[in-house]
Each structure stands twice: as structure tokens, then as C-alpha cells.
């Protein structure tokens, strides 16, 4: 494509997504979202699918975390398949869920033995930005099926990790997150309708027979609202819908609820949980909405719902829209370029540790932030820093929605170039930013750091 339809398609896209948060990333494929509060951040922690997936490849986990719902921080592919000697290496990466505990973080993986075979893995780390490490040396669980573990910390302290497809297991952690009190065992009710759905006849290629289920399919997620225990999970087959059973306690009895999400857009799969932040209660899942995307190429959305006065949760549709910002973001402390609302054609890098980058950038890509606030006394200067130069380009400033005339526009010529520039008129208020990129055909250079100054 010539540099100037590329640079209308890109006008096209930002203008058709103006008022879109859904999907929430755009650089990455991000299924099985996992989202976890921790003060005033959503840590999400995700896996990844493949670009160039024809099946389910997924070879890491990546981490994200915001302070306002809509911009997202990406913090790198913290644990891959090589954190996990014992695991097969490059796949079944497959879903997860982190939680801290006692200054230590947790993150509850699966994955596949070397020699084949379901496994259920713990990594450790002080921050979610890592180091993280292997935190037992061999699998936590095995099994047939034993995938999407989800941890639940109760108000008591007492830990417990609920997992499986085609089954429902759960144990007591120790304190020490990393072992079960008296082993696990089947979820009660497990085949029970009234705890988890109508039953359904289903093909169970493990016995190679049909055979009677309830709704359950996988995915569980954990959660605690006014004294009531929530497990919410895929259910019904593929393609799988978003159902909830409810209990008196962790131990049940479970009563099935129903149904809260519909089949994803354009994935056999959903997956995801609910949680609390800034007041506003929000439901996690993924569906097949990005460009190229499907049910081997998913991405997170959200969606804000309210329980129902009985604590029942509402049917909660699907929306583009996604949800609203609960913050705002200062232009005036340093952004790291990863930080992004919406972006197009862009990619970020696949490091762990704490320094990350967006990549892969051409001629008419971009991203936006949302709800930057720049108060009442204004911006008069734009600083932005690129990194590893290919050919060198401009980055040009548009607030709201990307127009005629930017509002600065920078020369990228250096790698590692820091370049400040006058803005071309003072911006005060709030607006959303797009930092698009202009330059000849071909890479372009990385996007580092950009900030504002009075
Ligand atoms: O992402 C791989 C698998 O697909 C997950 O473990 C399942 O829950 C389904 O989303």
C-alpha cells in the first residue's frame, strides 16, 4: 500500500474507533483475561496468541496494568514456557490468574509436560513486572484436563484454586500458596443441574463416547460479593457462553444461575472473571474482534454491569463502546509509549523486565491515549523519545480525533534522539491524544517516552 492510503486507512480506523475501547489492547492478541486490583492499579494477566497461529499457539503470559480502566501500561511477557523446565516448551501457554500475597505474587498457570499432559504451574515474584520464577520446580497439579487455574483469597486468609475442563476441581492452598492443605478434589455438585446447568449429552473424546455434562465447560473464576460466593465460567460447548453459579460458601452447595454473556464475537471460546475497582463492578472476557482475529486469535474487552438488588448479576451485553475512564492520565510525568488506549498497526516487544517499547511502527500508525488532563494552565512544549532508528520519520500530536493540523509535530532522526518542540498552540483541558507517525515506506524506529511541559 502507498504511503498515502495507508496513512486514510489509518484516518479511517482512528475515526471509526474514535468512541471504541473494546477490544482494550490492540498490539497483542490477549485471551483469558485476568484482572486483579491491587490499590489503586488493575493488574490484567493474560496469554498470548500467536500472529501467526493456525491453532491454539500461545508460547507466553503477558502483563498490563491501568489507574483509569482505558489506558493500558503493557509490562512485558513476564513468564513464558521456559520459566517452567519441566513444561513443553513454545505452546499451551494456556490460561491464568495472579494474586498477591504477603508482599509475594502468585501466578497460577497451565501448560503441558514435556512428555504431554496437563499440568498446573506456579511462578513467583516480588512485583508483577517479575523476576519471576518457577515457584515449586515441578507441576502444583497434573492431570487429564487440569487447565485455567483461577486462586481466591477468602476474607479469612484461607487461599483456594479452582481449575479444570470437562471437570471442576478445587483445593485448600497452605500459606505458603504452593501446596494444598489436604490435597483436591471435585467441586461439590459438579454434576448436579441445579448446581451447574441443565444437563447436555456431549462427545468426551477422552472416553471416546458421549457422554451427560452439565453446562459447565471451563475457564472458573472466583469471586466474593456481600457474603455470597460467585463462580462464574464458559459454559455449554463450544461455541462457549458466559454462565454463574452461586453458594453459601466456598464448599457450596452451588445453584446455577444462568446465563450473563452470549457467545464472543467471532470466538468458539470466552473467557474471563469480574471485579471491583474505584466502586464500579466490571466483567473480563474475550472475544475474536481485532483485525485477523478469531477463535486462535483473541483479545480482552470489559464491560461494566451492576449486580441486580438480590446480588443476582444482569444479562450484561456486549459492547464497541467498552467502558468509560474512572481517572485521568497526567501528561506531565513521563508516558511510557506502551501505555496505550487504542492504537493502529503498531506492536509492542516480547521482554520481560521493567523497560518496554512499541515497535513495529510505519508510515500513518498511531496510538492514543484517552482523558488526558492537561489542567488550566496549558502545555506549551512537546517532548518525545524514539529508539532504534531504521528510517527516520515525525511524530505529529493530535488531540480528540486526528485532523488537518497537528498540534506539534517532532523530526525523529536519531536512535535514542530526545526532542523537544514548542506546541503550536496551548492545551488546556482534558482531550484524548493520538502520536501518529509519518515516514517513508518500511520500519520505521520504536517508540519510547513522550511527555508535555508548561
Ligand atoms: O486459551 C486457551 C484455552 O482456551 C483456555 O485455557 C480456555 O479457557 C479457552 O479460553
Redesign the pocket.
Known amino acids: 500500500m502507498n504511503k498515502k492510503l495507508i496513512a486514510s486507512a489509518a484516518f479511517a480506523a482512528a475515526s471509526f474507533c474514535a468512541f471504541a475501547q473494546n477490544p482494550v489492547i490492540s498490539t497483542m492478541y490477549t485471551?483469558?483475561p485476568a484482572p486483579y486490583v491491587h490499590g489503586d492499579k488493575v493488574w490484567l494477566f493474560v496469554?498470548h496468541?500467536e500472529d501467526d497461529a493456525t491453532y491454539?499457539l500461545?508460547k507466553d503470559w503477558l502483563v498490563y496494568s491501568t489507574e483509569d480502566m482505558v489506558n493500558w501500561t503493557y509490562h512485558g511477557a513476564q513468564v513464558t514456557t521456559a520459566t517452567f523446565a519441566w513444561a513443553r516448551q513454545g505452546d499451551k501457554a494456556?490460561?491464568s490468574q495472579a494474586v498477591e500475597r504477603n508482599g509475594k505474587w502468585y501466578w497460577y498457570l497451565?501448560c503441558s509436560k514435556a512428555n504431554g499432559g496437563d499440568a498446573l504451574a506456579v511462578a513467583v515474584a516480588d512485583s508483577p513486572e517479575g523476576p519471576w520464577k518457577d515457584a515449586i520446580g515441578a507441576p502444583l497439579a497434573e492431570g487429564f484436563s487440569f487447565?485455567?487455574p483461577t486462586v481466591f483469597i477468602d476474607d479469612d486468609g484461607q487461599a483456594f484454586l479452582f481449575w479444570g475442563?470437562k471437570g471442576l476441581w478445587y483445593g485448600k492452598l497452605n500459606d505458603d500458596m504452593i501446596s494444598f492443605v489436604d490435597g483436591y478434589r471435585q467441586v461439590p455438585g459438579y454434576t448436579d443441574p441445579k448446581s451447574f446447568g441443565e444437563l447436555q449429552s456431549k462427545m468426551d473424546w477422552s472416553i471416546g463416547k458421549e457422554r451427560m455434562m452439565t453446562q459447565y465447560e471451563?475457564?472458573p473464576w472466583i469471586s466474593k460479593h456481600n457474603g455470597t460466593y460467585y463462580l462464574s465460567y464458559?459454559a455449554g460447548g463450544v461455541p462457549e457462553y458466559m454462565a454463574y453459579s452461586t453458594a453459601p460458601t466456598i464448599h457450596g452447595p452451588w445453584t446455577f444461575r444462568g446465563r450473563i454473556m452470549d457467545e464472543a464475537e467471532n470466538s468458539f471460546?470466552?473467557?474471563g472473571g469480574t471485579i471491583n475497582f474505584k466502586g464500579h463492578d466490571y466483567m473480563f472476557y474475550?472475544n475474536g474482534a481485532l483485525p485477523n482475529g478469531g477463535g486462535f486469535h483473541?483479545a480482552t474487552c470489559i464491560e461494566e454491569f451492576k449486580y441486580n438488588e438480590d446480588g443476582s448479576i444482569p444479562f450484561i451485553p456486549f459492547t464497541r463502546k467498552g467502558v468509560d475512564p474512572v481517572g485521568t492520565l497526567n501528561p506531565y510525568n513521563r508516558v511510557e509509549a506502551e501505555t496505550i488506549a487504542q492504537s493502529w498497526g503498531v506492536k509492542v516487544d516480547r521482554l520481560a523486565g521493567s523497560e518496554h517499547y512499541v515497535t513495529s511502527v510505519h508510515n500513518g500508525d498511531w496510538v492514543k491515549v484517552r482523558n488526558v488532563d492537561f489542567g488550566e494552565n496549558g502545555a506549551a512544549k512537546f517532548t518525545f523519545a524514539a529508539g532504534n532508528l531504521v528510517n527516520g520519520g515525525r511524530v505529529e500530536v493530535y488531540l480528540d480525533s486526528i485532523g488537518d493540523r497537528a498540534a506539534a509535530s517532532v523530526a525523529v532522526n536519531a536512535s535514542g534522539a530526545v526532542n523537544t518542540v514548542e506546541m503550536r498552540r496551548k492545551i488546556t483541558g482534558i482531550h484524548d491524544v493520538y502520536i501518529l507517525v509519518r515516514g517513508v515506506d518500511g520500519e520505521l524506529f520504536d517508540l519510547d517516552w513522550w511527555k508535555f511541559d508548561e
Open positions: 485471551p483469558d496469554d496468541d491454539f500461545m494456556w490460561a497451565c487447565i485455567d475442563n471451563e475457564g464458559p471460546t470466552i473467557h474475550h483473541r
